[in-house]
């Protein structure tokens, strides 16, 4: 998911964080939603769709106030229902609360049975909705919102950065761990003014400047007075998602002082050095495979060329092809250039294989557009391991890496050469300590305890 948070009552919120949600549209395509404070009253507006399709002019104009919390939503928990977009707002003995959560809880079954106990009316089906739910609690046993916040956390396992909207303030937490990333930027004015952002593009968009990253295990509240930071978690560490990092945010974001572009280039020359062939042309799946096929064609000196060029207007379609089109092969978003592929031999780069079943048609094209030879390289390790925190992956049954070899899915894919980045190359390529990331899709070592029946739901 994609959250955004702001507190600027000289400008138009609800505009803002449009725009910054526009940004992060690759963050969750399935609903989207803006929550204003206007002193006590809260306008909200929700439902299914990309951000451009539910909002307009007219709906922003009617979500007016000094503050706006938003969110993208990519489902995890719960299923793809409007009530199940966000944010979630709760009443609490303060007032209202306004919700964006992005990540994933791993002990929901239990704090769903706790908050029943406590009569909550839970209609909806999201852990989110749950983390505005013990909130609420904490503030109606007359805990004070920071504090009720924190008491809430603490009962809350996995990855959770929140953005929280209140009458008094805008509030940006991220976990213990800071699996999901959340930034903070600055509007100029006098004075100066905060914005909450899952990624930097998100504060790009809208001409904020970035200021730092929301530290694991830190609250930061947003008020007129400014900015100030609480440390919440005794047991702080950095386990930011490393899926983040080669996939998931946009390559124009940028993480630890350098765009996600320049990092999957790093990849790919890493990928070039451990696993170089001999080839024609090098080039990358769009878009994601296309920075780590730029490097790698600059470590090994194959020509970059481009194989595949994207429909660039494909959203989400829920009709389905002819079967005409199905059988004449017409793709919707990927096309070959015959004449660039005809009697070449190529690699082919990705940033992951998950189950396969789009490798092997991809291949398949190449071969019909005229490859003579077709070699995938891919700049991440084998996905062995289904997430928990956020990232939709299949159940472990469904990840083809998790039962097969790589000769196995070289040769279920009918490519030539098959070969994955290394875990280490792919860690060292950060330039961060290499224990400072989740790698769990790779490895199984979970930075959160599963409980085993979460284990059992993805068939561990
Ligand atoms: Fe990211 Fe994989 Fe960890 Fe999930 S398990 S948070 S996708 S690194």
Redesign the pocket.
């Known amino acids: 998911c994609g959250v955004f948070g702001i507190y600027a009552p000289e400008e138009k919120v609800a505009k803002l964080t449009y725009f910054g949600l526009y940004a992060l549209q690759h963050r969750g395509q399935e609903s989207a939603g803006i929550a204003t404070f206007e002193g006590t009253q809260v306008h909200l507006h929700k439902d299914m769709g990309l951000v451009s399709q539910v909002f307009n002019e007219s709906i922003l104009d009617k979500l007016p106030g000094s503050l706006a919390v938003g969110h993208t939503r990519y489902s995890t928990t719960g299923s793809s229902r409007k009530a199940n977009a966000q944010p979630a707002v709760v009443e609490s003995r303060l007032g209202s609360l306004a919700l964006a959560h992005n990540g994933n809880l791993v002990n929901t079954v239990q704090l769903r049975e706790e908050l029943l106990q406590s009569k909550f009316n839970l209609v909806t089906s999201t852990d989110s909705e749950m983390i505005a739910f013990a909130i609420a609690e904490a503030i109606n046993a007359g805990a004070e919102w920071l504090e009720g916040c924190i008491q809430a956390f603490h009962r809350c396992q996995g990855?959770f950065s929140l953005v929280i909207g209140t009458a008094d303030g805008v509030m940006g937490v991220r976990d213990p761990n800071g699996?999901?990333p959340l930034v903070i930027g600055t509007l100029e004015g006098n004075p100066v003014r905060y914005v909450l952002a899952s990624e930097t593009c998100g504060l790009d968009i809208i001409g904020a400047e970035y200021l730092r990253d929301v530290e694991p295990g830190e609250l930061v509240w947003i008020t007129e007075e400014g900015m100030a930071s609480y440390h919440w978690s005794q047991k702080p560490q950095r386990?930011?998602?490393?899926?983040?990092m080669i996939y998931?945010a946009r390559p124009d974001s940028v993480m630890h002082n350098e765009s996600l572009y320049s990092y999957r280039m790093r990849l790919g020359r890493q990928l070039a050095q451990e696993s170089l062939v001999d080839a024609d042309i090098v080039f990358g799946v769009p878009d994601s495979g296309i920075p780590a096929a730029i490097g790698f064609s600059q470590a090994s000196g194959v020509a970059y060329a481009e194989g595949l060029i994207k429909n660039r207007y494909v959203g989400r379609t829920f009709i389905q092809p002819t079967q005409t089109m199905r059988e004449s092969g017409i793709r919707m978003k990927l096309n070959p250039l015959k004449d660039v592929l005809a009697g070449k031999r190529v690699i082919i780069v990705d940033d992951s294989i998950v189950r396969g079943t789009t490798s092997r048609k991809l291949v398949k094209t190449l071969r019909e557009a005229g490859a003579v030879e077709v070699h995938m390289r891919i700049s991440s390790p084998p996905?062995t391991?289904?997430?928990?925190?956020?990232?939709d992956?299949d159940s472990q049954d469904q990840l083809i890496a998790a039962t097969k070899s790589v000769e196995e899915i070289a040769q279920q894919l009918e490519v030539d050469s098959l070969a994955y980045l290394s875990w280490e190359g792919m860690l060292q390529a950060t330039g961060e300590d290499t224990n400072s990331?989740?790698?769990?899709?790779?490895t199984g070592d979970?930075?959160v305890t599963i409980p085993e029946y979460v284990k059992r739901s993805k068939l561990i």
């Open positions: 990855a699996i999901r386990k930011l998602c490393i899926f983040e998931f996905v391991h289904p997430c928990f925190y956020g990232i992956t990331f989740c790698s769990a899709c790779f979970y930075p």
